[in-house]
């Protein structure tokens, strides 16, 4: 939906299962609509949309594009923005690290983009602007040396010219969005920061770095980082790493206690990736790639708190005595953009663990699940002066 401030907010559609177009194209009749006609009842509703690679090659024959802008139209829908940061299946397989391949060292990453933004100026965007959100270059267990790195800068670059390109054409300023992930190849404000610069000294031509590459600020991962989101936020549009976008979501937080590790260990599941970060008493953050490597760590009894990448609900501030999450930064992250959105345009919830919660903590159906965290988010905006249109 459109809100005042020229904000746009979406719910991301990776939630949903989907890795051809008929599969996609499916949830977004059966839930998409669904959620629609109950938060968004007659006005235009926006999609955020995920295609995997797969779904985009599918869309690309000319019948189904046709089809799917028909609908769009005929259903009074939008595209604000694709998530293009899993390129291939995302539910129901072991996906954990393999979410960040091929990464931006890899062709397949360059052109499954380019595409992406492609197909996006052909369905049209919300304000003549848009967003691919995706991976923050690698992931840091893939240890890419100094000559591949070099190549995954290079390759964002020609991602950047090409949208410098399709401006040119079409008159459509879109950005590249890169998200920090906890153990990517830049999971912070300071390492974002450093990339941005060092993309810029590279660059053919540095401004273009400046109109066409933008930062996706997910509120669970830098959560994670024990950033403070208005200091962040800051930081990184200061420094030439502007936010563009925001993913609201929360985190898992907790005291290492003996019961909060058990019902931590009760929530270990084979899908997604559940990277922990723990902060020491001095500051000093413990990384741990995923629950089973920090549960078998004798260091993680030094910790004051423990953060865990666990998409859960915007809804759920308490998840028990035991667990809590990380909606205080989520709230922080809404108060900044309220009171000076600057350059963001896009919102979307993105709590795309629906399947892999646990039961007592998500609902029968996830159309109710989506609803519920409209309403949540719907409330905190208004609270803050932003309202729908």
Not at 163 to 186: H, Q
Not at 362 to 371: F, N
Request: charged share 25%; net charge negative; aromatic share 6%.
């Amino acid at each position: 939906m459109k809100l005042s401030s020229g904000l746009t907010l979406a719910y991301c559609t990776n939630i949903h299962r989907g890795e051809g177009w008929s599969e996609t194209f499916a949830g977004l009749k059966d839930h998409a609509l669904r959620v629609r006609d109950r938060v968004s009842s007659g006005k235009p509703f926006v999609l955020g949309l995920r295609l995997s690679n797969q779904a985009l090659v599918e869309l690309r024959a000319l019948d189904a594009l046709k089809a799917f802008r028909l609908w769009l139209e005929k259903e009074n829908c939008l595209v604000a923005g694709i998530n293009g940061f899993p390129f291939g299946s995302f539910h129901g397989v072991a996906v954990k690290e393999k979410v960040f391949s091929p990464d931006w060292c890899e062709p397949a990453r360059l052109e499954y983009t380019k595409g992406l933004f492609d197909l996006l100026s052909e369905l049209g965007t919300v304000g003549g602007a848009g967003t691919v959100s995706t991976l923050p270059g690698s992931f840091k267990g893939f240890n890419r040396d100094a000559a591949a790195q070099k190549v995954m800068r290079k390759n964002i670059l020609d991602c950047v010219d090409h949208l410098a390109r399709l401006r040119d054409r079409t008159g459509l300023s879109m950005r590249l969005a890169l998200e920090p992930e906890p153990m990517g190849l830049v999971e912070n404000t300071t390492e974002t920061i450093q990339l941005f610069d060092q993309l810029r000294d590279e660059a053919s031509n540095a401004a273009h770095v400046d109109q066409f590459l933008g930062v996706c600020y997910d509120t669970c991962h830098f959560a994670l980082q024990y950033e403070n989101p208005a200091e962040a936020v800051a930081r990184l549009n200061q420094n030439g790493a502007t936010v563009v976008k925001l993913h609201l979501s929360s985190a898992l937080r907790l005291k290492p206690t003996a019961r909060a590790l058990q019902r931590l260990a009760a929530m270990q599941e084979p899908v997604y990736l559940h990277q922990c970060l723990g902060r020491r008493k001095d500051g000093t953050l413990e990384r741990y790639k995923d629950v089973s490597e920090a549960l078998a760590s004798s260091s993680i009894q030094s910790l004051e708190e423990m953060r865990v990448h666990f998409h859960v609900p915007l809804n759920a501030e308490i998840l028990g005595d035991d667990l809590s999450t990380t909606s205080d930064h989520l709230i922080g992250a809404l108060d900044v953009v309220a009171r000076t959105p600057g350059p963001v345009r896009e919102l979307e919830i993105e709590t795309y663990t629906w399947e892999v919660l646990p039961e007592a903590m998500r609902s029968a159906d996830v159309v109710d699940q989506i609803v519920a965290e409209y309403d949540w988010t719907l409330s905190a905006l208004s609270q803050r002066g932003v309202k729908s249109l």
